[in-house]
């Protein structure tokens, strides 16, 4: 009876020290597992680290972004590099020379201020009868071209089929030639008489000449201007014709 209480309590012992074993054993593999993963993080880490650190390939390089204001600019026509802002700068063309510009400039000035000789081909001439003073007529010449003439001198008369030209009056010379330009007109007095019994009898005339003077003293330039004269025109060789004058009174005060 006793030996089967001492062998319980053995058994009952035994039993109590294989759990606790066993307990122990559990508790150890837990720590051990637990170090394990603790260790192994790190590991983990240094792998991500080292990844991410690690430079790419060298069969696919990288490109290089470019920095701002550090692009290197175009070659302008000249050869140089202009400094680089990111933004092309372009070279102007040559400018034209100012002997170029001159030579413009001299030919358009030369083609405008060309001038010429008042003539029946550049000219409108016309002829009418005026109140005052008395047996006087208006010579009216106008300049119908294109370019600057200049009246030279005194008109050269001639009635119907006289072959002298009419008298001039010199004492109506102006001080410079007459210039018309394009649209302008210039006036001369015809005194169709002198005084009464100086001379031969006045004549009647129904046709006018008007020839133009050169450049030259006595000179004739260009073709005539014919012109029908008024209803009982009469002269004689006493009788005269002004220089060409710029004003229409200036020419009738003779």
């Not at 083609?111 to 003539?119: G, I, L, R, Y």
Request: charged letters at 15%; glycine letters at 8%; aromatic letters at 4%.
């Amino acid at each position: 009876m006793r030996s089967n209480r001492i062998r319980t309590t053995v058994i009952a012992a035994t039993a109590l020290l294989a759990a606790l074993s066993l307990t122990a054993c559990g508790a150890d593999n837990g720590n051990s597992e637990s170090s394990k993963a603790g260790a192994a993080a790190p590991v983990a880490n240094t792998i991500d680290k080292q990844a991410t650190s690690q430079p790419e390939s060298p069969s696919r390089p990288r490109s290089a972004t470019p920095k701002a204001g550090a692009t290197e600019a175009p070659v302008t026509n000249s050869g140089t590099k202009t400094s680089g802002s990111g933004t092309t700068k372009h070279t102007a063309p040559p400018a034209r020379t100012d002997a170029n510009k001159a030579g413009t400039t001299a030919g358009t000035a030369t083609s405008s201020t060309k001038t010429a000789t008042c003539t029946g081909s550049n000219t409108r001439t016309s002829v009418s009868k005026v109140t005052r003073p008395i047996n006087h007529l208006l010579l009216t010449v106008t300049n119908t071209g294109n370019r600057t003439c200049y009246a030279y001198y005194a008109p050269k008369l001639r009635f119907d089929d006289a072959q002298a030209v009419f008298p001039i009056l010199e004492d109506s010379q102006p001080q410079a030639v007459v210039t018309l330009n394009p649209g302008e007109s210039a006036y001369a007095s015809i005194g169709l008489t002198g005084e009464p019994g100086a001379g031969p009898a006045p004549r009647k005339a129904t046709h006018l000449q008007v020839n133009f003077a050169g450049k030259n003293p006595g000179s004739t330039s260009g073709t005539a201007a014919e012109l029908n004269l008024p209803a009982n025109t009469v002269w004689d060789d006493n009788g005269f014709v002004t220089y060409w004058q710029t004003e229409m009174s200036d020419a009738l005060q003779y």
